[in-house]
């Protein structure tokens, strides 16, 4: 039998390690170039603008990125057009010109003692955020002020609405105050006080005063529709009495009861309900 030719060349040979020309191919890969860290510069205080307005409860993404693509959307007071655009969650956002907020609304009620300050300012000492410090993570701020030497009641929020409610002179909530004057008020500027005084040239009008029962004349309950505890000095400088103390017993339908001195609460679902309808 004939010996048959070697048509194998090129075919790798066992334990030669020659590879096969047919199925070799040249490796031209670029080298690899060594990869380095990039430190990530995104802001963990900063969030997308669409996703800011969606955890406020407007309305979803896609509709946000519409509103903001429209120039619905201002961030402090700037009209931005641009989609990824992100805000801090302190700057001012308005959807339509309404200012939201992504936190979850809060409502507390503090019955706050002497010796705080009615501010959100760092270095003044004692203030009311100290004693609401662990009330909620939201950033909640005082309606209104209540002296260093003032008491009672002092309703915090983040809710703008609720907030404007009470700051408007017009539609302002009523607060009931026990005062403590000097020396008895004469029944003469009791009927001046409720009839309204005239204050460089502007009219005080309180909505209910009145003395209070068993108790020296000099003691009186006033009702009125102002968030400061100063247009109290203001309403009895011009009557020639000091004030000695000062105790806001009832915020509309909010009252003491169960909060005893220094303490908070939560307002109830329908506490916060009736706040809004007032």
């Excluded at 430190?39 to 407007?58: M, Q, V």
């Excluded at 009252?255 to 809004?276: C, F, S």
Aim: glycine share 8%.
């Amino acid at each position: 039998m004939s010996r048959q030719g070697n048509n194998n060349k090129g075919k790798q040979t066992k334990g030669t390690g020659k590879p096969n020309s047919k199925y070799s191919r040249p490796n031209t890969s670029k080298p690899k170039t060594p990869k380095t860290n990039v430190k990530s510069t995104s802001n963990p205080d900063e969030i997308r603008l669409n996703k800011y307005i969606a955890n406020s409860g407007i309305c979803s993404r896609r509709d946000a990125d519409m509103h903001i693509s429209i120039g619905g959307v201002t961030v402090n007071g700037k009209v931005i057009t641009e989609m990824g655009y992100k805000v801090k969650l302190g700057d001012e956002v308005r959807f339509d010109g309404s200012r939201i907020t992504p936190e979850k609304k809060a409502y507390v009620l503090l019955n706050k003692p002497k010796g705080f300050a009615t501010t959100t300012s760092e270095g003044k000492g004692r203030t009311v955020m100290d004693l609401v410090s662990n009330a909620t993570n939201s950033r909640i701020k005082p309606i209104g002020r209540l002296g260093r030497n003032s008491m009672g009641l002092l309703l915090f929020t983040n809710d703008d609405q609720v907030h404007n409610k009470f700051t408007n002179s017009n539609t302002g909530v009523s607060r009931l105050f026990q005062i403590e004057l000097d020396k008895n008020l004469k029944f003469e500027d009791f009927k001046k006080i409720k009839e309204g005084l005239k204050i460089n040239g502007k009219l005080v009008a309180v909505e209910e005063i009145s003395y209070i029962d068993d108790a020296p004349k000099s003691q009186i309950g006033l009702k009125i529709k102002n968030t400061g505890n100063s247009i109290l000095r203001t309403i009895f400088d011009q009557l020639k009495y000091d004030i000695v103390k000062v105790d806001c017993v009832a915020i509309g339908h909010l009252t003491k009861k169960d909060i005893p001195r220094g303490h908070w609460k939560h307002l109830t679902e329908q506490e916060i309900n009736t706040l809004k309808m007032l």
